[in-house]
């Protein structure tokens, strides 16, 4: 199972945020093996307008591998799934505001995307229904290999802005993976840099940033991200039956 994994694409019709989801469409595509599936773990349109989803959509259109997103900080879910999603604008039992959780089937394995975000805030948090889905899907999956993927890391960064930002409620989400063994990793995206650290005993494994790169404290600069270095992919590999993860990071020609 190869995964490629993306995140914070931030599409607001600049020339900037295009170029790069452009580079990365096309890197990946230019793979001599094609990912089985595609992750893009939100901030997928920078202001969550129509027109910014409507980028999001043809672009990632283009990629050879099906591809699967989860909301972000910065998406607005009711325009998430009627454009980027092309469902009915009332959503989810009538609620286009409701969180966006999605299950996928990809070669044996189990792909659950969720949503981690809290409307008209940058922190995180999983809702008592996000959490409930979670557990219970867990539950009906059995055996089967299983990896949660949302927007906010469920644990410290070591940078103040975005440890301010991240999961709120990860000690609830911990309990959710207690004692589960089909879940083999954690995959999230927003804080813009490579990441690779533990979680409830489990890989958790943060994707690189499209648009930008977050500078780390130890770092000079003098602005939050840097917009020149290149984008970041990430490639998570795993052994059938859901074996030990893999993951190698790449940055985009």
Known sequence: ML???ISDLHLDGSEHATDRAVRTVTYLNSLARQPDAVLVTGD????GAPAEYAEAAELLARLDAPYFPCPGNHDDRAAYRKVLLAEDDAGDAGDPGRAVNRLHLV?????LLCDSTIPGEDAGLFDDETLDWLARTLDELGDTPALPAFHHPPAVIHHPYLDSTNLTNADRFAEVLAGRTNVPAVLTGHAHTAGAMTFAGLPLLVAPGVVSTLRLPWESGDTLTDRVAP???A????GEGGGPITTHFRVVP
């Open 3 to 5: 995964l490629a994994h």
């Open 44 to 47: 997928i349109a920078d202001h």
């Open 107 to 111: 070669d044996g394995y189990a792909l």
């Open 231 to 233: 984008p970041g992919v």
């Open 235 to 238: 490639f998570h590999v795993l």
